[in-house]
């Protein structure tokens, strides 16, 4: 019992070490992206919103694998009330897609993202938003103005992994 326990704890760490402590640095485009936004606590109504901006874009041939899908949390539940956070999920679109009156455009400005790659379960997630903001000071990064967001690309999802990007100076 107690190496199995061990085992796991080491896993659990070498998980830790190897998905969430490791930066990747990247310059990302300027994304265009197809939104619908949640107003309300944080939580399972960020996978009802995301389900339905799938829905749309399969509906409108948007959905190929290649596709990025982006989750766009605005607002820090510590400072914000949690009825009052607003959740953008998105998909990026290129410019010469109309979009229709079910969603709405937004642009995200490219540059200089930490990129933290997590095991895409909520509890995995949520562990990765508590310590990553603890981890960047230490890595001589500055976090900048611009959106912080997850992103999902099939290839990385179909591998039970997302991303979380960083702005940054």
């Known amino acids: 019992m107690v190496v199995f326990e061990m085992q796991?704890?080491?896993k659990y760490k070498y998980r830790k070490e190897k998905e969430i402590m490791n930066i990747k640095i990247e310059t990302l485009p300027k994304y265009r992206i197809a939104y619908m936004r949640h107003i309300g606590p944080y939580g399972p109504a960020n996978i009802q919103i995301m389900q339905k901006l799938k829905k749309?874009?399969?509906a409108?041939?948007?959905?190929?694998k290649s596709s990025i899908i982006l989750g766009i949390s605005h607002d820090n539940p510590e400072t914000t009330l949690p009825e009052n956070?607003?959740?953008d999920v998105g998909i990026v679109i290129s410019n010469l897609y109309q979009i229709d009156d079910s969603v709405e455009e937004s642009e995200?400005?490219?540059g200089k993202y930490a990129i933290f790659k997590v095991t895409h379960t909520a509890e995995d997630i949520l562990k990765a938003w508590s310590e990553i903001f603890s981890m960047l000071p230490n890595s001589g990064f500055q976090i900048d103005d611009r959106p912080i967001f997850e992103r999902y690309i099939e290839e990385m999802v179909s591998n039970h992994y997302c991303e979380i990007c960083i702005p940054i100076k």
Do not use: S
């Not at 409108?60 to 190929?64: A, V």
């Open 8 to 10: 796991e704890i080491l």
């Open 60 to 64: 409108n041939n948007l959905f190929p």
């Open 108 to 110: 995200l400005v490219g």
């Open 85 to 87: 956070c607003r959740y």
């Open 56 to 58: 749309w874009a399969e």
